[in-house]
């Protein structure tokens, strides 16, 4: 039911894994790993690896992604990493750097 | 007791590592490594906490493994399980409560004849009259101790009405 959320005054250095969907308004580095869906929201910086159901990027983020469903960069959103998931959207206006590979089959 | 939490820390989540904010955080799933907080603590009763915590206030209702310290109120709730010492101005271990560890509410000698009266009488309805400060005051004596487990748990006895 309820999702992880890190406030916008949060720093996390380290790894974040869990079951719920997670919520990114803070800082997060290091590595997160979920079964769930991702939320980076324009108030948030990830320098992270992840891993994730799917990824909603209407942040910073600098890392790699593996998503199992999606990963969508919002207009506002940045990113900078390799991205591996069957299918990605990037919205006009979004900034990315990096490979993208959609052919995942797991 | 309201809750403007704007971190939450949902039950299947594990946060690892470093973290730090100036916000209330509730805590459902777990954290391991350290927790620096300019607010408050929320440790849900089936929380775990494996970190040193530096909070302005701690409330427990599950586990917590570490060392605590709160610049406000560190409160242990009856499902409470704590194993670490505690430091802050004000210590509220509640009946059922199970602690091991020290308990640091400051100096008694520094703030002698002010600080005693006053300290123990508001936010504590359950035993106004046995004020937390009182075992470290009988060991006193004995140079300047700080409190042994053992007093720690005299003090959670005192609390029993």
Same mark, same amino acid.
Do not use: G
């Given at each position: 039911m309820a999702s992880t959320v890190i406030g916008s005054s949060m720093t996390v250095d380290g790894e974040i894994s869990g079951a719920e969907s997670l919520v990114v308004q803070g800082q997060v580095k290091g590595r997160i790993g979920i079964s769930e869906n991702l939320y980076v929201e324009n108030s948030a910086t990830v320098e992270a690896d992840i891993e994730a159901a799917s990824v909603e990027v209407g942040g910073e983020v600098t890392g790699n992604v593996t998503a199992s469903t999606r990963v969508e960069i919002k207009a506002e959103g940045r990113m900078v990493g390799d991205v591996r998931s069957p299918r990605i959207l990037i919205a006009d206006g979004a900034l990315f750097k990096g490979s993208i590979d959609m052919d995942v089959e797991r | 007791m309201a809750s403007k939490a704007a971190t939450v820390i949902a039950a299947g989540t594990v946060v690892a590592g470093r973290i730090e904010g100036a916000e209330d955080v509730d805590l459902f799933g777990r954290i391991q490594g350290s927790l620096t907080l300019k607010g408050a603590l929320k440790i849900d009763e089936k929380a775990r906490v494996d970190a040193e915590v530096q909070v302005t206030r701690l409330e427990v209702r599950g586990i917590l493994v570490g060392n605590a310290t709160a610049t406000d109120s560190i409160e242990l709730f009856g499902s409470a399980r704590v194993v670490g010492d505690l430091v802050a101005p004000r210590i509220v271990v509640r009946e059922g409560a199970r602690f091991r560890g020290l308990i640091d509410m400051g100096d008694p000698e520094d703030e002698d004849e002010s600080a005693p009266p006053a300290r123990p &009488?508001?936010?504590? %309805? &359950? &035993?106004p009259s046995r004020p937390a400060p009182r075992p470290a005051a009988t060991t006193r004596?004995? &140079?300047? %101790?700080? %409190?042994a487990p053992a007093d720690a748990e005299d003090d959670a006895d005192a609390e029993e009405p």
């Open positions: - | &009488a508001p936010r504590r %309805p &359950a &035993a004596p004995a &140079a300047r %101790p700080r %409190p």
